[in-house]
């Protein structure tokens, strides 16, 4: 049962107490990705199997893949100075990977209407087993346990597109009507067709990135030998985001640890000199600065005045978990008007309550880069969104028969950006006449600059019935989200508020809890008590995402515990590597970042765009000197000019499948180019494809 978390505690203390075996489950905070279990009174020789059930939403990849992910690592929380608050993950045992007192199995059933095409992941599979002869069901299983050293991530891609779509759920028989269980609830998915804008198109912006630079961003970017550092990984990414930047913006890089370090006191104008120089400081960017505490540089941040006409984007990279959260996000919150944040969570276990958090508190996007991910698409991905202009006056509206109405749950889509879906939960009260026949629609209202957009989905006002209501619970979840954020500064009637909806849905939250009860046993448990902790894989590996207590009769038999990981909650459950961040700040030697051949082109090109004809540009790109310069289709053409067109035709011919990673900066170079080449510019695209061995088209350079 959910009962307040007092309560619930107060209930399992007294079962323990009279011999009754009984556990309590309760989430960790007010992030709600840590949850604890405790199971206790269990007699000797006896088994008992725990089974929680979950309900999430699936983010999609820019691929279109819907990511399931079950974490399988937990990090202990940096403990900010003078932070008070209690830590769960502190105090639970660590041991060698191959003595774990458990495994994992995983079986999946896969469901949809748009047709599965087929299934990856980052650990072993069976072969995908179709159930329906329309591929609409399959069944996936792990092949193998797990190493625990990474999160279990499935990446599931469909026959068709994914398209808007709306889900009605009859409401829980026997709850109250007008109540959010009593009433039915629906789940609508929208897919706004934003426009495409053009690359460069604006010089307007400051752009500030903060850099997590605690001493576990030295951990590899995933398991594989010979894999990249956290910080290198994180310096590239700074390499290619610099380059990418609009002449004419403002810009600023911060480092993070137990204290923090910013490259200038204010931002500067984006010029080649402040590039130059900006580049310089980031390849001797280390991971030295200690423990992860990330509150003292956002002040800072937030007390630098913004710039007039230059709308502030702030880029926050991390790989830590902090006990601080809700203080971090709280902070960001504050100054949600005068700023949008980006995240990104990097590494197995980076907290998802707090890279989702601060995004979420300032109208910007959250991404987590794991396993083989590259950081890189993904963080100028968001650049990309942040050079866009904002989508402002988003609104619903709802078109429902006679007797009928809409009650937002949440506070719906308040930032909307290109290739991404708007999720919205609402509750519907009254009934449809006639029933049978039903329709309802919403249509979602948008301006971009000076245009009005709109955007409706009609669909059947006929309910599914179910019995575990997920449609409610994630509703119900993302009326949490925004009612716990408002609990310790709000009244009691937002914290009464927030009750009523936990315990109503079946939903726990910081002041609510699971208990449950042995009322089978007739004789009390007897004997002194001893408590085990489950343990977790200890250094460099990934440990279970629960913490798990168990207090059991004194006995020499071994205990036996079967768990299976879910609460029904839509939830996110962190996970990250074990490495620790120590608050030892030592100076080592300076370690040179080894160039790809992308970033070796990349890093020569000037802050306008261009690059210049010189022994540098020729090595990256695989030609003599001699031949770069004597294959110049006219002495008309500037060199900077002839060298800018050489290297646009190498990226489009030898990067193509990095083109996520480069596009912004292309466009600012044949943008220089265009301006430049005059009528040349095709014989130059000529003869770059014959030195080059290429066949770049003349589309490239809009010919």
């Not at 008070?84 to 502190?90: F, I, P, R, S």
């Not at 994180?234 to 810009?251: D, N, R």
């Not at 203080?327 to 980076?350: D, K």
């Not at 009928?404 to 006449?433: D, H, N, S, T």
Request: proline fraction near 8%; include cysteine.
């Amino acid at each position: 049962m959910t009962l307040s978390l007092r309560q619930a505690q107060e209930l399992y203390g007294d079962a323990l107490a009279g011999g009754q075996s009984s556990f309590l489950l309760q989430q960790e905070g007010a992030g709600g990705d840590v949850f604890s279990c405790s199971l206790g009174n269990l007699p000797p020789g006896e088994e008992a199997a725990l089974t929680l059930r979950y309900v999430c939403e699936l983010p999609l990849e820019p691929d279109g893949a819907a990511r399931y992910m079950l974490p399988a690592v937990l990090r202990p929380r940096y403990t900010p100075h003078g932070w008070d608050g209690e830590d769960v993950t502190q105090g639970v045992p660590r041991v060698p990977q191959g003595e774990l007192p458990y495994t994992l199995n995983l079986s999946v059933t896969l469901q949809s209407p748009h047709g599965i095409d087929h299934v990856l992941s980052n650990c072993s599979l069976t072969p995908l087993s179709y159930t329906a002869g329309n591929r609409t069901t399959a069944q996936v299983s792990l092949a193998e346990a797990p190493p625990w050293d990474r999160d279990v991530e499935l990446l599931v891609y469909y026959t068709e597109p994914h398209k808007p779509s709306a889900v009605l759920e009859v409401g829980l028989p026997g709850a109250e009507p007008g109540s959010l269980m009593g009433d039915s609830a629906v789940m609508v998915t929208l897919l706004p067709s934003l426009p495409e804008a053009v690359p460069g198109q604006s010089a307007a912006g400051e752009f500030i990135f903060l850099l997590d630079r605690s001493g576990s961003m030295e951990c590899p970017m995933d398991s594989r030998d010979r894999s990249p550092q956290r910080i290198d990984s994180a310096k590239e990414t700074l390499v290619l985001l610099l380059k990418s930047l609009p002449l004419g913006c403002y810009f600023n890089i911060y480092g993070f640890g137990s204290r923090f370090e910013s490259f200038y006191p204010q931002s500067v104008g984006y010029t080649q000199q402040t590039m130059a120089e900006s580049l310089q400081r980031v390849q001797k960017l280390q991971a030295n600065l200690g423990g992860t505490e990330i509150l003292a540089p956002l002040r800072a941040i937030y007390r630098s005045p913004c710039r007039d006409g230059h709308p502030r984007q702030l880029f926050v990279f991390t790989d830590g978990d902090v006990g601080n959260t809700q203080n971090v996000i709280a902070e960001v919150q504050r100054h949600q008007g005068a700023h949008r944040c980006f995240s990104f969570g990097i590494g197995e276990g980076a907290s998802t309550a707090l890279v989702k958090g601060i995004a979420r508190a300032a109208g910007g996007s959250a991404e987590f880069i794991t396993g083989q991910d590259r950081m890189q698409p993904k963080a100028l991905q968001s650049l990309k969104r942040a050079l866009q202009p904002a989508v402002t006056g988003i609104s619903l509206s709802w078109d429902l028969p006679p007797g009928m109405e809409a009650a937002l749950l949440g506070r719906g889509p308040e930032v909307i950006f290109p290739g991404q879906r708007c999720l919205v939960y609402a509750q519907l009260r009254g009934q449809p006449q006639p029933p049978d026949t039903a329709v309802g629609s919403v249509t979602l209202q948008y301006r971009i600059q000076d245009q009005t957009y709109k955007e409706t989905l009609q669909f059947p006002l006929q309910p599914q019935d179910g019995d575990r209501l997920p449609v409610h619970r994630l509703a119900a979840k993302s009326l949490l989200l925004e009612l716990e954020g408002a609990v310790d500064t709000g009244s009691e009637r937002d914290r009464r508020r927030v009750l009523e909806t936990s315990l109503s849905s079946g939903v726990i939250c910081s002041l609510t809890a699971y208990v449950g009860m042995d009322m089978e046993r007739g004789q009390p448990v007897q004997g002194p008590l001893v408590r085990r902790d489950i343990p977790l894989a200890g250094f460099r590996t990934a440990p279970h995402m629960y913490s798990m207590q168990c207090l059991m009769a004194n006995s020499s038999a071994p205990m036996a515990m079967y768990c299976s990981s879910s609460v029904p909650m839509a939830l996110d459950l962190v996970a990250c590597s074990a490495a620790c961040d120590f608050d030892d700040s030592l100076d080592e030697p300076e370690q040179a970042l080894e160039e790809s051949p992308l970033l070796r082109l990349v890093s020569l090109q000037n802050a306008d765009g261009s690059w210049d004809l010189d022994p540098r540009l020729a090595a990256a790109l695989g030609v003599s000197e001699a031949d770069a310069r004597g294959r110049m289709p006219s002495k008309d053409v500037a060199p900077g000019v002839w060298a800018t067109v050489l290297a646009v035709v190498w990226l489009h011919s030898r990067a193509a499948g990095q083109r996520d990673e480069w596009e912004l900066l292309e466009a600012k170079a044949v943008g220089w180019v265009r301006g430049r080449a005059g009528p040349r510019l095709s014989e130059c695209l000529e003869a770059a494809n014959i030195l080059l061995g290429c066949s770049v088209g003349p589309a490239v350079f809009a010919l």
